[in-house]
């Protein structure tokens, strides 16, 4: 382990409160607390529609700052629902502004997909990242079914077996860091 923790922007794909979603990345900061400096983003839904109009040299102060945090980052760690067979739109919307820029070319990007099915989502965020050029591999990706029945209102992993898959995307993302 380096002693120098690794700066980590962890962004939340669901607006609600307490999400699970949200309740996942509480609880990988506070599981890694010794080796990452988690930053934990929540405000995708105060980043307006994208527009290619206004993605210029001036962008809205919203998607500058996003794209800092995101710059600024050693990685990204991702976790989100899947409304509707896909990504919520506010997340689409929030990595669409990501296109033009380079920000998150080859930067080590952990995706974890909680939701009652999430397959589709899943799929449309692995599309996203790739196309936006982030460095994943298989094992930084998890697909978690169910997540209310794994994870209680508080934020506690309940479920072993997510537990283990969490700890184990968790150790492919750091040796991506790593290799960064």
């Known amino acids: 382990m380096s002693s120098t923790r690794k700066k980590i922007v962890a962004i939340s794909g669901s607006t609600r409160a307490e999400s699970v979603n949200l309740h996942i990345l509480k609880a990988i900061a506070a599981m890694y607390e010794d080796q990452l400096d988690c930053t934990i983003f929540t405000g995708i839904d105060h980043i307006p529609h994208f527009n290619p ?78 196309t936006i050029g982030a460095r994943t591999s298989p094992e930084t990706s998890l697909l978690i079914g169910a997540p209310k029945t794994k994870i209680s209102v508080k934020g506690v992993i309940t479920d072993e077996t997510t537990h283990r898959q969490i700890r184990s995307l968790m150790d492919a993302f750091i040796s991506l860091l790593a290799e960064h």
């Open 53 to 130: 109009d206004l993605d210029t040299e001036t962008p809205p102060v919203a998607v500058t700052a996003f794209r800092k945090l995101i710059e600024e980052a050693d990685g990204a760690i991702i976790c989100t629902p899947e409304y509707v067979f896909s990504l919520p739109g506010s997340l689409k919307n929030a990595l669409e502004w990501m296109v033009s820029t380079i920000i998150f070319s080859n930067k080590p990007t952990a995706l974890i997909t909680a939701s009652s099915s999430g397959q589709k989502a899943h799929e449309a965020l692995q599309l996203v990242i790739k």
